[in-house]
T-cell receptor
Framework: AQSVAQPEDQVNVAEGNPLTVKCTYS??????LFWYVQYPNRGLQFLLK??????LVKGSYGFEAEFNKSQTSFHLKKPSALVSDSALYFC?????????FGAGTTVTVRA | NAGVMQNPRHLVRRRGQEARLRCSPM?????VYWYRQLPEEGLKFMVY????????ESGMPKERFSAEFPKEGPSILRIQQVVRGDSAAYFC??????????????FGPGTRLTVT
C-alpha cells in the first residue's frame, strides 16, 4: 500500500538552529508530495509541494523541502527556526485528488 | 480574499442526535473535500464533491454519514444518530479544480464535534 511515514513524533530545537522534519514515502510512479502545518485548534496550512522538476522546493514562511528519489525522502527544512514555528507538521502524498497524510510530527522550538 | 469557511467551529451533540457541518469553499473553488481527524487515527479522507455531484465517497462510513454540495450554498456533512466514536475534528478543503497537475487543497479551520 502507498504511504508516507514521519519517523519522528516530536522534534525539539532551539530558536535560531536549523529545523528538519523527516518524511519518507512509499509511492509508485511519480509521487506528488506535500507539507502542511497545523497550529493548535486551527486548520492545516499549505507549505509546499513537489510535483516534478527541481528537487529543492521552496515554500511559505522560509521552509523548503528536498525531494530525494534514491532515499525516497521528502524532508522539510528551515535554516533558522523561530518559536512561532512550533506546531504539528504533516507530510502527505496525493493519489488522484485524495491527500493521504503521515501521522504528523510535533515541532517545539524553545526560546 | 476569504479562505475556506466552516461552521460551527465547535459542536456538541448528545448520542442519537444529528450533526450538520457546513463548509463554504474559497471563492472560485468548485471542488470540496472532507477529512476527519480522529485522535488515534490521524487525518483521513472522507469524501470529494463537486457542485451537485458526489465524486468519491470511499472514505465515508457506510451508515449515518452523508454529504452534499448543492448548486447554491455551502457543502454539508451530515451525521445522523451520532455516537461517541464520531467525536473528532472535521476539516473541509477546497481546490480550484483537479486535473493532470495536482492542485494543493486549502483547508478550513475545522469543526470539532463532541458527542456526549
Amino acid at each position: 500500500a502507498q504511504s508516507v511515514a514521519q519517523p519522528e513524533d516530536q522534534v525539539n530545537v532551539a530558536e535560531g538552529n536549523p529545523l528538519t522534519v523527516k518524511c519518507t514515502y512509499s509511492v509508485s510512479g511519480n509521487p506528488y508530495l506535500f507539507w502542511y502545518v497545523q497550529y493548535p485548534n486551527r486548520g492545516l496550512q499549505f507549505l509546499l509541494k513537489y510535483i516534478t522538476g527541481d528537487n529543492l522546493v521552496k515554500g511559505s514562511y522560509g521552509f523548503e523541502a528536498e525531494f530525494n528519489k534514491s532515499q525516497t525522502s521528502f524532508h522539510l527544512k528551515k535554516p533558522s527556526a523561530l518559536v512561532s514555528d512550533s506546531a504539528l507538521y504533516f507530510c502527505a502524498f496525493m493519489n488522484d485528488y485524495k491527500l493521504s497524510f503521515g501521522a504528523g510530527t510535533t515541532v517545539t522550538v524553545r526560546a | 480574499n476569504a479562505g475556506v469557511m466552516q461552521n460551527p467551529r465547535h459542536l456538541v451533540r448528545r448520542r442519537g442526535q444529528e450533526a450538520r457541518l457546513r463548509c463554504s469553499p474559497m471563492k472560485g473553488h468548485s471542488h470540496v473535500y472532507w477529512y476527519r481527524q480522529l485522535p488515534e487515527e490521524g487525518l483521513k479522507f472522507m469524501v470529494y464533491l463537486q457542485k451537485e455531484n458526489i465524486i468519491d465517497e470511499s472514505g465515508m462510513p457506510k451508515e449515518r454519514f452523508s454529504a452534499e454540495f448543492p448548486k447554491e450554498g455551502p457543502s454539508i456533512l451530515r451525521i445522523q444518530q451520532v455516537v461517541r466514536g464520531d467525536s473528532a475534528a472535521y476539516f473541509c478543503a477546497s481546490s480550484p479544480r483537479t486535473g493532470t497537475t495536482p492542485y494543493e487543497q486549502y483547508f478550513g479551520p475545522g469543526t470539532r464535534l463532541t458527542v456526549t
